[in-house]
């Protein structure tokens, strides 16, 4: 029963993931419930690669497995076991049974010595008795972990790593490697469209076959869904909208066609929620994850839109929410990207943004693990060398290097661009003349 309860388990994890259900439900299991070798070796690839946040699937498992378990278990694990639907609950009958087990051995022998007729040690007895009771009721808490038992499993996940760059991180688009437990900030002045990147972002992440989530408590979802298919049609967003007055042309249909099929095997989902509350975010969030393990971004648009916890200050209230987001991103080993406006100075001043130009509260600059910032010259300065240009700044990586990444912006969109910005000419002031 153990055995097969194992296996129905390592099978979920292999082929959905590890969900954050799936994340309590192996921290039940223990190395000493596992009698199978093969077995054991597999549970220690899918709590390593979990725990180094890299990616969990049939294939990683293998990789990391290879040399002590053999291809037809796995394949037996993999592919002929039926996973779980219910992996807290597995683990737990697992737990259950294996200290059944170790239970009503160690009452025999209790029961044994009792009744063998000679002189016992009555205080060793309770105390073995209190430890059984303990033991019959196991609990899905966590455990202090040494370094040492990090060390024993972070050398095949580093190789794995390795051969599998993109196991770990988030690529969005923006030569930056996002880590799987990120806080990512978007902040930007008003007409630096943030939204528009944040759709960029999200389209490349589903342009590779991930799945994101946005919450847009700005926009409507059709709206968002009209903007990408102006976004992949190249067709503007006004002419859509107008179009039963002016009309669209064959080419504007065949173009549009194309884009819609593209968007209907994207897999970008949208919540908007105009009234969503921080622990109403959190709560769907934490059930998207359960059903789609596979998730690869959490975007928020955009902060202090939500309806923030109760402080009595409004920076206290900010502060709060950016560090709620912070530990959502890290319990679901999933980035969450939040939008955020600057303030008002920052909003007058025809300059490029700083970190310090985040509005409300300077904890959003410290809980950040990277911060991103959207830069248009022409809109501050209308005949500009870079117009149609956009500088993407990032201003904070942690540990990672900052930078600037430049777009294309057309339409309202941003797309990919092999140009590069061009410094301003610098209008030289006449020399007076010396008599």
């Known amino acids: 029963m153990i055995f097969d309860n194992l296996n129905s388990l390592f099978a979920r994890a292999m082929l959905n993931g590890v969900s954050p259900e799936m994340r309590d439900a192996l921290s039940v299991i223990s190395d000493e419930m596992i009698e199978d070798s093969s077995q054991r070796h597999i549970f220690k690839a899918i709590k390593d690669l979990d725990n180094f946040n890299s990616t969990v699937s049939s294939q990683s498992v293998e990789e990391l497995v290879k040399d002590n378990v053999s291809f037809s278990t796995l394949i037996e694990v993999s592919k002929n076991t039926v996973p779980t639907d219910q992996p807290l609950r597995t683990a737990l009958q697992v737990a259950s049974l294996y200290n059944d087990s170790i239970a009503t051995h160690e009452l025999k022998q209790i029961a044994s010595l009792i009744s063998s007729g000679k002189p016992f040690d009555r205080n060793d007895v309770s105390a073995r008795l209190g430890n059984l009771s303990q033991s019959v009721a196991p609990t899905a808490a966590t455990k202090p972990k040494s370094f040492a038992e990090y060390t024993q499993g972070y050398a095949d996940v580093l190789e794995y790593r390795q051969d599998n760059p993109d196991s770990c991180g988030l690529d969005i688009g923006l030569d930056v490697n996002i880590e799987k437990t990120a806080l990512v900030v978007l902040g930007g002045q008003p007409g630096m469209v943030k939204t528009a990147l944040a759709l960029f972002i999200n389209d490349y992440i589903a342009s590779k076959g991930g799945k994101t989530l946005m919450f847009s408590l700005e926009m409507g979802g059709d709206q968002l869904y009209e903007r990408q298919v102006s976004a992949k049609s ?33 897999n970008i989902y949208i919540d908007d929620d105009p009234q969503l509350s921080v622990p109403v975010l959190i709560k769907k969030c934490r059930d998207f994850k359960e059903k789609h393990p596979d998730l690869k971004l959490i975007t928020i648009d955009y902060l202090t839109l939500m309806k923030l916890p ?47 130009d985040l509005r409300d509260s300077g904890s959003i600059e ?66 007076r003349r010396k008599f």
């Open 310 to 356: 109760d402080a009595s200050r409004r920076d206290l209230a900010v502060g709060e929410a950016t560090r709620l987001m912070k530990l959502l991103a890290k319990e679901l080993k999933t980035p969450v990207l939040l939008l955020s406006q600057l303030n008002r100075e920052a909003d007058k001043a025809a300059r490029e943004p700083r970190n310090s």
């Open 366 to 431: 410290q809980d950040a693990d990277v911060i991103i910032f959207p830069y248009r010259p022409e809109v501050h300065d209308p005949e500009t060398v870079n117009k149609g240009l956009a500088r993407i700044m990032k201003t904070k990586v942690r540990d990672g290097e900052v930078g600037d990444v430049i777009l294309k912006f057309e339409m309202g969109h941003f797309y990919p661009t092999n140009l590069v910005m061009q410094e301003p000419v610098k209008e030289e002031k006449p020399q």
């Open 234 to 266: 190249k067709v503007s967003s006004k002419k859509l909208k107008a179009v039963g007055v002016e009309g669209l042309s064959e080419d504007d249909w065949s173009f549009i066609s194309s884009a819609l099929v593209q968007l209907s095997e994207t």
